[in-house]
Nanobody, 126 residues
Framework: QARLVESGGGLVQPGGSLRLSCTAS????????MAWFRQAPGKKREGVSC????????RYADSVNGRFTISRDNAKNTVYLEMNSVKPEDTGVYYC???????????????????WGQGIQVTVSS
């Protein structure tokens, strides 16, 4: 059974850093695009970043470009999201997702992804 599990969330002060991890089991990651999404209270789920299977291609939402970095380690079946210079508006539940039949050529869209983690809370507050 396919499973994605996020970790590393929590409370962080504005300007601080956090690293999220997402580890997959029951599926092969090395043929899939991996992505991060987030959902703030009362808002729609939005794409944050994606990375293609061999890490050649990455995309970021404008709101996080230059502050967040996505990476992956296929040997560990894990994708990461390094979050730097975080802002209160980065607060939300962060989800990782995986999909084989998609290309990481633009900010990821939730409707394109079939495999999802359960989400993890990130709160940016002083």
């Amino acid at each position: 059974q396919a499973r994605l599990v996020e970790s590393g969330g929590g409370l962080v002060q504005p300007g601080g850093s956090l690293r999220l991890s997402c580890t997959a089991s029951g599926i092969t990651m090395d043929d899939k695009v991996m992505a991060w999404f987030r959902q703030a209270p009362g808002k729609k789920r939005e794409g944050v970043s994606c990375i293609n299977a061999d890490s050649w291609n990455t995309r970021y939402a404008d709101s996080v470009n230059g502050r967040f970095t996505i990476s992956r380690d296929n040997a560990k079946n894990t994708v990461y999201l390094e979050m730097n210079s975080v802002k209160p508006e980065d607060t939300g539940v962060y989800y990782c997702a995986a999909e084989r039949l998609v290309v990481c050529s633009d900010v990821p869209r939730p409707s394109e992804y079939d495999y999802w983690g359960q989400g993890i809370q990130v709160t940016v507050s002083s």
